[in-house]
């Protein structure tokens, strides 16, 4: 099954929902407009369609090999990078004076989706390379900036993240790499690395490691972690490569999915130390490397999407070529497609209502960051910046757990067949497990929605966003369509348990903290399936306006429909999450751990 890209939908939300016209009217962002949107996201569908998604199931059957400290990466990989950088595609939203076409992350946010639905495994050499370009940008310095950032936009580079050791998982502040400093400034880097991605690869001249690290001396915890910049060669004054740095690969992992993409231990310093560059200051790593973090989250919620809309598309082409059983309306005379038969069309229409509202949520969070970037008004900015990071978590966790729902949806779709590799659905599902655990676990999400971005604040932010969801239910109840306003009751009930949910969050964050944290990835769940359907709910409205103005009938319909669905199937579970939060704790933390 070849992989379409959704063109026609990203451009719906960035149009109706994401408000791509008030991006366009950002300084810097003028020329990117609804036109300039189309003809990059119609180019980059070309790309991925033609050359990367190919590269999918070869990924899966061929993946990436190791031997001797030489990583090979699956055949036709180094040239599809070749032709992605070429177009210019690592440096989208980047800025221009590094390289970059300096276009508006909501641009820039549909294309990664693309990337990632062609081929999942492909595309994560160029996320973690923006997360290490983002962390450049934001602590490098002169010098590491323009020592690093072109060459990684050009695709001569690419870019990695070193948090994990074999001791230190999520918790960090166990991290044992040591960072001696040097009598030239600069440091040298000793110890292990564990699941890092794309950390040795044959796709690029240069891979640069960005290390988390403990200067000598430096505090104890997450306080003496410093950022280092540690190239795979050493970049000479006149920018040639220089010599092989002491940084190594000493194997690469056998894993359950995204078997392409090779996932490294790298070990550091074993030939007298790794020389590395610091970022920033030291003992400021950790806020650092949060930056990629976020930009990563970003991603992966996207990869989410990503995976999901290719196991609809697959799940959706095999139910209509399926013959089996006759309709239990008997409609037809015989046996027919599968895709006649109601469940079927129930579990189709809950993966394509998931990935649109999904979809939606995060290219809204997206044209979100661009205004807390470029917008001329710091409250604006300030305003646009809280609501992109409470986003974060939600596109990360919800999105990533969805695509789990939606992947193994596809291979049920698909029946015994689904389980028979050769298909391909199985992939999918594989694929898309890790996405839920790394950068943080769907838990670790969780716990940073209720503590920085609930608690911390008085539940300011959420209940901001909960006050729009309010007014768009108001808009619905008032509108003279049956399914506009049924939306608008299913809605309003999401609507009110989130703020109780939020409301007994804060209220008892301090107090029962245990009764708090048994409920956050309800909670996660609760508000990213309400911001979803708060989208869906806006996007029902734009098109029955559209229908009513004589728009695109048959996708103005078939969005309507959806945006119902969703209402129905999967917004409608809001009200029960609520109550396993706020009455359901004791069943979590009451039994005996010896019970166990």
Avoid at 16 to 33: K, M, N, Q, R, S
Avoid at 212 to 217: F, T
Avoid at 360 to 372: H, S
Avoid at 537 to 556: Q, T
Wanted: glycine share 10%; proline share 4%.
């Amino acid at each position: 099954m070849p992989y379409r890209a959704p063109v026609k939908d990203m451009l719906f939300v960035m149009r109706e929902l994401a408000g791509i016209d008030a991006v366009a009217a950002l300084p810097g962002f003028e020329d990117a407009g609804i036109d300039t949107a189309q003809a990059v996201l119609e180019e980059c569908a070309k790309l991925n369609q033609d050359v990367v998604a190919p590269l999918n199931r070869i990924g899966d059957t061929q993946p990436s090999t190791w031997r001797d400290g030489v990583v090979s990466t699956t055949p036709g990989f180094a040239a599809a990078f070749k032709q992605f950088a070429g177009g210019g595609w690592q440096g989208l939203h980047h800025p221009t004076e590094y390289g970059g076409q300096g276009l508006p992350k909501l641009i820039h946010a549909a294309c990664i989706e693309m990337v990632n639905s062609a081929c999942l495994s492909f595309a994560l050499c160029p996320l973690l390379t923006d997360g290490a370009i983002e962390a450049l940008l934001t602590a490098g310095s002169d010098a590491l900036k323009t020592g690093f950032i072109p060459r990684m936009i050009a695709g001569d580079f690419t870019g990695t993240m070193n948090l994990t050791e074999p001791q230190a998982g999520s918790d960090l502040s166990m991290v044992r790499s040591r960072a001696e400093p040097q009598p030239d400034g600069n440091y040298k880097l000793f110890g292990t690395k564990i699941f890092i991605t794309y950390g040795e690869h044959d796709m690029a001249d240069n891979i640069v490691h960005l290390v988390l690290a403990r200067v000598s001396g430096a505090p104890e915890g997450v306080k003496g972690i410093s950022l280092f910049v540690c190239p795979k060669f050493i970049v000479n004054p006149d920018g040639s490569l220089g010599a092989r740095n002491d940084v190594h690969c000493v194997s690469i992992e056998h894993k359950l999915g995204i078997k392409a993409s090779p996932t490294a231990v790298l070990q550091f310093g074993d030939q007298g130390g790794a020389v590395g560059y610091i970022v920033g200051e030291e003992n400021r790593g950790l806020e650092y490397m949060f930056v990629m973090m976020n930009a990563a989250r970003f991603a992966v919620g996207q990869q989410g999407i990503a995976v999901a809309e290719r196991a609809y598309q697959k799940a959706v082409a095999f139910a209509r070529e399926r013959i089996q059983s006759r309709p239990v309306d008997g409609s037809l005379p015989g046996a027919g497609a599968i895709i006649h038969h109601p469940d079927v069309k129930r579990m189709l229409m809950t993966m394509r209502a998931c990935v649109e509202g999904c979809r939606a949520m995060a290219l809204v969070a997206a044209a979100a960051q661009d205004a807390a970037h470029a917008h001329p008004d710091a409250a604006t900015r300030a305003q646009n910046q809280a609501f992109y990071e409470f986003m974060v978590p939600l596109i990360k966790g919800y999105s990533t757990e969805m695509s789990l729902e939606v992947t193994s949806l596809g291979v049920q779709v698909h029946g015994g067949m689904g389980f028979i590799e050769e298909t391909g659905a199985a992939q999918h599902y594989r694929d898309a497990k890790i996405l839920t655990i790394y950068e943080g676990t769907t838990a670790i999400q969780a716990n940073d929605l209720v503590g920085r971005k609930t608690a911390r604040g008085g539940g300011a932010t959420a209940l901001a966003i909960a006050a729009q969801m309010a007014a768009t239910a108001g808009q619905l109840a008032a509108r003279p369509s049956a399914t506009g306003q049924a939306v608008g009751r299913r809605l309003a009930a999401a609507q009110q348990a989130l703020v109780e949910v939020v409301n007994f969050v804060v209220g008892q964050g301090k107090t029962n903290p245990n009764a708090v944290f048994a409920g956050s990835v309800p909670y996660l769940m609760l508000a990213g399936n309400a911001v979803a359907g708060w989208q869906m709910a806006r996007a029902l409205i734009a098109a029955e306006d559209a229908l009513a103005r004589g728009e695109d009938a048959d996708f103005m319909h078939a969005k309507i429909t959806t945006a119902r669905f969703y209402a129905d199937h999967i917004l409608s579970k809001a009200p029960g999450i609520r109550d396993s939060i706020v009455d359901g704790a004791a069943g979590v933390t009451e039994m005996a751990l010896a019970a166990f």
